[in-house]
């Protein structure tokens, strides 16, 4: 009998220079060319067509803390002039622990120990010994140095670089309001150890208004209030990309916008009705966990309601150690805080960070665009602000062991984020036994001839959609050559349309995806105009819509020759195995792949959505001419 007949999937792609811009972006200032609006307007994907459920974001909050940091004693900060070699980052005994990343226990540490002054003047090779327990106040500057060590000497916990400061001086100012001078343009407020939101329009509870109109140049909207010059628009360009402008002036409801030039969004402009909101004015600060800067003045609305006093901590954007164009800097048993990035290394090659806490970023964690060979083991990089660990562009050889990267991209307001590890065009990165979790866009982020093993990927695309725990794409269309094996995936968008596990994007091809297990997530995989894939031993359970998708559309690159053998399948909430289609039609959807030796085990009504059409597993078999060697069986 033939099943039922569902709506022809449409499927829109991304128009090839969005495409690149997005996966692959350019290098100039951080951001893109803004494109044309004929090539925007086919961006959006259809609603009621290819993903016919309809689901809301997922939001979510942090991991909770865990463990306090250790405290400190007193000391004289010491550089050696002995040349040390780079510490061996590449196989640590275990992965990073929490206990010196809990942003409560490190802000005690800083209430409670007075500031050394950051070293200054460091030679080439060598070695700068900060004392246990002490706090380094301001940037370490390491720009074009080589072979410098820098490292904890001691035994009562991390040494922290922060470029941040206690603010005193608290006054009542209005309600539960207070008010303290502040000399420095505030980047980032930290409230008992926790960055707080910067005062914005609409109210978290709603979050985002909606343009009349907008253009590159301007956004349309009656706001409550005309004081806007110098605030920032944020708006949300695409389902996969938050964008922000600086508000120059505003009138007649109109806003004037120029670029903000911050290389953490992608530089789209706004258009037509799209999602906002304003951040930065005093006026803004109206429920509590929100701060503003007004005319040499900290205000606050403490999450509790009661007095800043002690509890307040600003930073200015300004990195924790700033390595850019450097070369064999190994950075070990440290810990930055309250940092723009946490690390700085733009242009760095052969950069060492082994066990090192990185907490608090207002940018990313650790960035090393247009760097080589960089190593981190060990480490923790929780909270930050936009990236975890960001290689835009450039790269290659990476390693990137046993270390946990949480909460990137999903602090505060909704913002832009790429991935908890970037890794965008680096060829040749091993990304092996990390802990990724609660991620705003991509879990791990991997190009050519990567080994990603044994990692863990909890929680991913809580902010944005169209996005995967781990994600590949080609667009020079040359095989990747990479292996995704032995990972767990989980969580990743279960209330989304537009989430995967694994996301094969853009003419990924080449990819083995390999022992590893995909559940409770949105969907399990996606092989998007992408082709000669391995999709092999993995277990796919408890996805919300399909375990597999496969999708072409008329203008991509053809699904062909991928490889789905010895999979276990589980599905026992109405989910489908398949969800496959092409804009073609059937006749090419049959060519996608082989299927074989597979385990079906599945009480869904629906096995498999081919091209629309509805089929239980007999039917799949005697329609696509496969899985004559798989099994099929009730959970």
Not at 357 to 380: E, F, H, K, R, Y
Not at 518 to 535: V, Y
Not at 604 to 627: C, H, M, P, V, Y
Request: aromatic letters at 8%; glycine letters at 12%.
């Amino acid at each position: 009998m033939t099943g039922a007949v569902f709506p022809k999937w449409k499927l829109v792609p991304r128009p090839q220079n969005a495409f690149l811009a997005r996966r692959a972006p350019a290098k100039q200032g951080g951001l893109v060319k803004q494109l044309s609006k004929a090539s925007m307007k086919n961006t959006k994907k259809n609603t009621t067509g290819f993903f016919a459920k309809g689901m809301p974001l997922l939001s979510g909050a942090l991991l909770s803390a865990v463990v306090a940091a250790c405290g400190g004693s007193s000391g004289q900060d010491t550089l050696g002039k002995t040349s040390g070699a780079a510490p061996d980052v590449s196989a640590p005994a275990s992965l990073a622990s929490e206990s010196d990343s809990d942003p409560s226990a490190v802000a005690s540490l800083i209430k409670t120990q007075p500031s050394l002054p950051m070293p200054s003047n460091i030679g080439n090779g060598s070695v700068l010994e900060l004392q246990c327990g002490r706090v380094y106040h301001g940037t370490l500057d390491l720009k074009g140095k080589s072979g410098v060590t820098v490292k904890t000497v001691g035994t009562c916990g991390k040494a922290t670089i922060t470029p941040g400061q206690s603010v005193a001086g608290w006054t009542a100012h209005q309600g539960s309001i207070f008010s303290a001078p502040i000399a420095f343009d505030v980047a980032q407020l930290l409230f008992d150890g926790h960055p707080q939101r910067l005062a914005h329009w609409p109210n978290r509870s709603q979050t985002w208004a909606r343009a009349d109109s907008a253009s590159a140049s301007s956004l349309n909207f009656a706001m409550p209030n005309n004081d806007l010059a110098g605030a920032t628009l944020v708006f949300r360009a695409f389902d996969w990309s938050i964008d922000a402008r600086r508000i120059t002036g505003y009138s007649g409801n109109q806003m004037a916008l120029e670029p903000t030039g911050n290389p953490a969004f992608d530089g789209y402009a706004p258009s037509g009705q799209v999602p906002f909101y304003v951040e930065g004015k005093l006026w803004m600060l109206d429920e509590p966990g929100e701060w503003a800067v007004s005319d040499g003045r900290l205000y606050v609305w403490a999450p509790d309601g009661k007095s800043p006093e002690g509890r307040v901590s600003a930073s200015p954007d300004r990195h924790g150690v700033d390595a850019a164009n450097s070369s064999a800097i190994a950075l070990e048993d440290i810990r930055i805080y309250g940092a723009a990035n946490g690390i700085n290394a733009v242009g760095a090659t052969g950069l060492a960070v082994a066990n090192v806490d990185i907490i608090n970023s207002s940018a990313n964690g650790i960035v090393n665009s247009g760097g080589s060979g960089l190593s981190v083991a060990g480490t923790a990089v929780r909270n930050s602000r936009h990236d975890g660990i960001l290689v835009r562009w450039g790269g290659g050889e990476e390693s990137i062991k046993h270390s946990r990267i949480d909460g990137s991209g999903v602090t505060g307001m909704p913002t832009n984020a790429h991935a908890g590890i970037y890794l965008s065009e680096s060829v040749g990165a091993t990304v092996s036994g990390n802990l990724v979790s609660n991620s705003g866009y991509i879990g791990i982020r991997f190009f050519r001839n990567a080994v990603v093993s044994g990692n863990t990927v909890d929680s991913a695309c809580m902010t944005l959609a169209d996005c995967g725990g781990m994600y590949a794409s080609a667009p020079d269309k040359l095989p990747l050559n990479s292996q995704v094996t032995g990972n767990v995936i989980k969580n990743v968008g279960s209330l989304q349309r537009l989430a995967w596990g694994i996301q094969l994007d853009g003419a990924a091809n080449g990819v083995t995806v390999a022992n590893n297990t995909i559940s409770a997530s949105g969907n399990g995989l996606m092989i998007f105009d992408s082709f000669d894939n391995t999709i092999a031993g993995n277990t796919f359970m408890q996805n919300t819509q399909a375990h597999i998708q496969m999708a072409e559309t008329a203008s991509g690159d053809r699904v062909r020759n991928n490889k789905v053998s010895g999979n276990r399948f589980v599905s026992q909430n109405h989910e489908e195995t398949y969800r496959i289609s092409s804009d073609l039609g059937a006749a090419s959807v049959l060519q996608f792949g082989s299927y074989s030796d597979n385990r079906y085990e599945s009480s869904s009504s629906i096995f498999a959505n081919f091209n629309g059409e509805a089929l239980n597993f007999s039917q799949w078999k005697e329609r696509t001419g496969q899985d004559g060697s798989s099994g099929f069986y009730l959970p």
